[in-house]
């Protein structure tokens, strides 16, 4: 079965920065593409950025963009989301996801793609003065 368990969601000022951490395991196959979604009170869930596990190749949401890092340690099965410039838009509860079909298009906002087979708990990202 597989699981994913993300942690290191905080309260943060504008301007600061935040790790997020994924720890996947149950995951047989290498081909998969793993990341991160985000749900805000009043607005529809959004795909903040993902990676290909095997290819490295990365997406990151335009709203992100030059903010965000996302990276590997293939390792310890755990992806990361370094998240610098935090405004408060980037509030919400952020999730982690990965999708067996080794492709980016659930994590487009004009994609009718399915979701992600599966999803973690979530960890509460608030920015805030």
């Known amino acids: 079965q597989v699981q994913l368990v993300e942690s290191g969601g905080n309260l943060v000022q504008p301007g600061g920065s935040l790790t997020l951490s994924c720890t996947a395991s149950?995951?047989?196959?290498?081909?998969?593409?793993i990341g991160w979604f985000r749900e805000a009170p009043g607005k529809e869930r959004e795909g903040v950025s993902c990676l290909s596990n095997r290819a490295g190749a990365t997406y990151y949401a335009d709203s992100v963009k030059c903010r965000f890092t996302i990276s590997r340690d293939s390792a310890q099965n755990t992806v990361y989301l370094r998240m610098n410039s935090l405004k408060p838009g980037d509030r919400g509860i952020y999730y982690c996801a990965v999708d067996p079909r080794d492709t980016f298009l659930a994590w487009r906002v004009q994609s009718d793609a399915p979701p992600p087979d599966y999803w973690g708990q979530g960890t509460q990202v608030t920015v805030s003065a």
């Open positions: 149950g995951l047989t196959s290498d081909y998969y593409v």
